[in-house]
């Protein structure tokens, strides 16, 4: 039997669907609060805990130190705010916008590697499709040969489109050559190749340098 | 409060908590969508739509509208009014109406995506079906 008005739960949606419409990093920092990586204290019960967030804390800020690159005037930095929740796409929330002048198409690169490419801008914040999104593709260049390849995203990102008489060996770098972005940003590294399903190319399996869900500060390429 | 709301908010919370830890860890499957789908055979519409609402708030994870969240939200209400104009057997419309939102989902956000790692797909789809189902062995007794 129904012991509360259905007026309640108006009310709660309507302020839910408030808060995902005018106040949406609420959401971000909830989720963020609920992820392995957060660090923020629940336990108030006793000060050995408090000292256990405050140590795991202050890795966390030498963690963010260590990530920062050295950020030149070409490059603006950048904190991830949220992440794509769910595995069909990959995309990360940036904490800058078109107020610091960030423009869609612009290279993101952590460490100096080329991450992904800013896919949409808002005022404050920008959306990041990365290399690891299905939708991701990224004219490149492997090795000191330089051959030709393109890059498809996805959850096991592939190099495609390479010439059969390519020579290429594991490890081999692959660098961006697309038009918009910085040239020769490295993006991963060879590490198999097999010819393609239509028999006509070489395609390589890659290897990346980073674990992208440890990820927090980036550049973007300005 | 009803007992049978406050177990939908739990089963909800405890798959969402869940989602978001496994998606840190680089582990990404839809908990949450595929328990609101269960709850959709369990709950009044407005006590749906209030937890699908939250689940989308704490989804989201830009600041526009997304097609992804709507349909998120949507879907599970959508399956409520089915059910309510042609009630069947719900441990059988459980998984049927999983297996239909996941896919429904899929190419709402990125059909792409299936064809980059179709297992990926196909383990979240199982770990989905699996939830619906505690959801629902949480709720029918209440």
């Not at chain 1, 140590?55 to 794509?84: C, D, F, G, N, T």
């Not at chain 2, 969402?16 to 609101?36: K, R």
């Not at chain 2, 459980?94 to 059909?111: K, N, R």
Request: net charge neutral.
């Amino acid at each position: 039997m129904r012991t509360y008005h259905p007026w309640v739960l108006i009310v709660y949606a309507a302020a839910l669907a408030a808060l995902l419409f005018l106040r949406p990093w609420y959401g971000w920092t909830l989720r963020a609060w609920l992820a392995p990586l957060s660090t923020r204290d629940t336990d108030s019960a006793g000060l050995a805990a408090a000292n256990e967030a405050l140590k795991a804390e202050l890795a966390q800020v030498a963690k963010v130190a260590a990530e920062l690159p050295q950020a030149s005037p070409h490059y603006l930095r950048a904190m991830v705010y949220s992440r794509y929740p769910f595995n069909f796409k990959n995309e990360l929330l940036l904490n800058v916008g078109s107020s610091e002048g960030v423009v869609t198409g612009h290279a993101v690169t952590f460490q100096g590697i080329l991450i992904g490419r800013v896919s949409r801008v808002f005022a404050d914040t920008a959306l990041v499709q990365t290399v690891f999104d299905s939708d991701f593709k990224l004219p490149v260049r492997i090795g000191a040969g330089g051959y030709d390849a393109l890059i498809v995203g996805g959850a096991y990102p592939k190099a495609e489109s390479i010439v059969k008489s390519a020579a290429l060996h594991a490890g081999d770098v692959i660098y961006s050559a697309a038009p918009g972005l910085p040239y020769g940003l490295p993006v991963a590294e060879v590490v198999s190749t097999s010819t393609s399903p239509d028999n006509l190319f070489i395609q390589a399996d890659l290897s990346f340098a980073y674990d992208l869900n440890t990820v927090q500060t980036v550049l973007i390429a300005q | 409060m009803t007992r049978k709301f406050l177990l939908a908010f739990l089963a909800l919370s405890v798959s969402l908590v869940l989602q978001a830890w496994l998606a840190g860890a680089g582990i990404f499957l839809d908990l949450s969508f595929a328990t609101l789908i269960a709850l959709a055979f369990f709950l009044d519409f407005l006590e749906l739509l209030t937890l699908a609402l939250g689940v989308a708030f704490v989804l989201n994870w830009q600041p526009a509208p997304s097609a992804t969240l709507a349909f998120l939200a949507g879907y599970p209400c959508l399956i409520h009014l089915l059910y309510r104009l042609a009630p069947w057997q719900i441990w059988i419309m459980i998984p049927a109406a999983i297996v239909v939102g996941f896919t429904a989902l899929l190419f709402v956000a990125a059909p792409g995506s299936f064809a980059a790692a179709p297992g990926l797909f196909f383990g979240d789809l199982f770990a989905g079906i699996l939830f619906g189902y505690l959801a629902f062995f949480s709720l029918a007794r209440a």
